[in-house]
């Protein structure tokens, strides 16, 4: 891995998907980069994610443009950084069970289509065509967006490493930042390193080594936890990723399992009565699961920003630039992230 320089034009602290964008934007617009992670690249929420990305965002246009922009890049990933990515076509709907969330939809779809996002409202019979386990009396209509593809996140994050190491950035993991002083002298255990700017994509961290450096990023890590089904009783192939508007219960096929979420218990709610309000929405939405037995994947926290919209910007009197609040939709926006970085440095 070699020791650090003595500096570098940018330092990106964080080697997650958010990152390793950045790092490699940066090294092919000719940017002295080098990247500093506290573990292994990939190792923090950008391994921990249900592998997809999407463009469609309910109440939120803004991160749909966002995810199209990058939607594109990914088509085109393996030009830019020399590395294949498989795509894998499989949608994503919005279950709607109240009259108000369809309202809510057609309020919002035309500035969805202007950001480029590909969604419609279909019927609840087109619905549970889609996705068989959708019992068809249980809703009333759903948000279809064909733009949703399953990824390895960590392809990603190893594809954008290995482009930026090819424009010549250097990436030093098992390297956590330690400190950083007013002149951005970024400090680590294994030495320091002076940065004309510091760029800060350390993901839940953010915040922490934000504030190493006297900024303040409005973001509060959120808990998240995912569960497996047991094997269902019936074969149920690939289904498309599905989000219940009411509760926020989402899932999606995983080999012969269902993948799900839908947060974590609640404040005084306790893990056996979130997991039967799980089982019971399940078991409404999805009759085939009623009962299903369901079990811990994986847990941890993403970084929320306000509303749940990243933000991406510059201090306005120090050389520190930042990507944080994704809320879990950073393999969505990775690619235009790393992009906006690049022209804020490029720009200064």
Known sequence: MGALPARAEAVVIGGGVIGTSAAHHLAEAGVDTVLLERGSLGGGASAHTAGMVRTYFPGDPHTGRMAVRSLTAYRDFARHT?????????GFMVLFTDEREIAEFEAGHQAQRAAGVRVDLIGAREAA??????????????????????????DI???????????????????PVTGIDDDNTVHTPRGSIKADSVVCTAGPWSGEVASMASVDLPMTPRAIEMLFTDVPPSPHGELPMTLHAGSGLRIRSWKDR????MGVPQAGESREAWL???????????????????????????????N??????EHPTRRFLYAAG???????QA???????RDLLIAK
């Open 129 to 154: 065509e889609l996705n068989p386990l959708i019992g068809e009396r249980a809703v009333l209509a759903a948000a279809w967006s064909p733009e949703a593809y399953h990824v390895d996140g960590l």
């Open 276 to 306: 039967g309000r799980i089982g019971g929405h399940l078991g409404a939405l999805f009759p085939a699961l009623d009962g299903i037995g369901l079990h811990r994947a994986w847990s941890g926290d993403f970084d929320a920003g306000p």
């Open 258 to 261: 269902i993948l799900l979420a």
């Open 335 to 341: 690619p235009a992230a790393g992009e906006k970085l």
């Open 82 to 90: 020399a590395a294949p990515l498989t795509l894998k076509r499989l």
């Open 308 to 313: 749940n919209t990243a933000f991406i910007g």
């Open 157 to 175: 994050v190893r594809g954008y490493a290995a482009g930026a190491r090819n424009h010549g950035a250097r990436l030093f993991t098992h390297t």
């Open 326 to 332: 994704f809320s879990g939709a950073g393999l969505c």
